[in-house]
């Protein structure tokens, strides 16, 4: 259950030494905005050594590379893929060719490095115009895509409008990025939420993030993990609503009854799908075991 996928710069040993307990469903390992171009070299080694030598838990393993017109991306990938991590996440992706000139690289060093070629996924990053308009484009562009992911700070640079904590300016992006993930069968990851001290803030954004249609959230500190987790976990409400939808289905089986109905309101086929996703993600969190349909 990927809800909270946090950063961790490259170039920072003490947060990648702790990158396993502060909560996160996923850490991206950062070679790119976090790391000055004189200290990319340093940053490749010391992630290359701490994905060799370290245990992360459960946590999903990301590496954020260098874009693809930057001379760094390639020695990521060579580094990187050796060592088998969960996912790559490339930046600035504008179209589907970007999207399948990683992926052939991709294959080339995993071939070369004994793997199963197309095994490591991607996640890339949408922050500039056009790569949010041929969101869809890249969400179909490889087999390897896993979901899409929204980044806002360098969007709004592209856009030449003003970052706002309210988020207007990004609400045609969200919405598009989001139709585009479904429509390709992916998931969507909402961009960060970049005031630290402001949780408040960080939870009303995030449950926005969620009521579009986000599957969870990236965030840049390890104290908003656990209100992205909260917030993109399923409540107590919600698990037991979706139990009664299929114990409404259930019943009316069982009684011969072709309409079903809860609460007054019919159960129909949406209904049912967002039941099962609701109880599917609450299969995945810790501790609930006792789920069924």
């Given amino acids: 259950m990927r809800r909270t996928m946090l950063f961790l710069p490259g170039n920072n040993p003490n947060m990648i030494v702790n990158g396993g307990v502060l909560g996160a469903d996923s850490i991206i390992f950062d070679l790119e905005d976090a ?7 340093g940053a490749r080694i010391l992630v290359r050594n701490a994905l060799k030598s370290m245990e992360f838990g459960t946590c999903e393993i990301i590496v954020r590379i260098n874009a693809l017109d930057t001379p760094y991306w390639e020695a990521d990938l060579e580094e990187m893929i050796p060592l088998n991590p969960d996912v790559i996440m490339p930046t600035k ?8 000139k990683l992926d052939e690289k991709m294959t080339e060093v995993e071939k070369k490095s004994g793997l199963a070629a197309g095994r490591i996924k ?3 990053l949408l922050e500039t115009a056009v790569g949010i308009e041929n969101a869809y ?18 969007l709004t640079a592209d856009l ?6 309210e988020g207007g300016e990004i609400a045609y992006a969200r919405g598009r990025l989001v139709c585009a993930a479904r429509a390709a069968g992916i998931e969507a990851y909402d961009t960060p939420f970049t005031d630290i001290e402001d949780i408040e803030g960080l939870e009303t954004d995030a449950r926005l993030a969620k009521s579009l249609g986000y599957t969870g959230k990236a965030v840049i500190s ?27 289905i259930a019943f009316a089986k069982k009684n011969g009854k072709g309409a079903v ?8 086929a949406p209904i049912v799908q967002r039941a099962r996703i609701v109880l599917e993600a609450a299969r995945e969190r810790k501790g609930v075991d006792d789920i069924h349909e």
Avoid: W
Avoid at 137 to 154: N, P, T, W
Avoid at 160 to 165: A, E, F, G, P
């Fill in 93 to 100: 992706v504008s179209g589907g060719d970007y999207i399948r």
């Fill in 122 to 124: 991607i996640i890339p």
């Fill in 261 to 268: 109905s809860l609460r007054g309101k019919m159960i129909d």
């Fill in 35 to 41: 790391v000055a171009p004189d200290e990319k070299d």
């Fill in 160 to 165: 030449r409008c003003q970052r706002t904590k």
């Fill in 137 to 154: 484009e890249i969400a179909v562009a490889s087999s390897r895509m896993a979901a899409l992911y929204l980044g806002a700070e360098d």
């Fill in 222 to 248: 390890p104290r908003h993990v656990e209100c992205v987790n909260r917030v993109f976990s399923p409540s107590e409400k919600e698990i037991a609503y979706a139990r009664e939808v299929f114990e409404a």
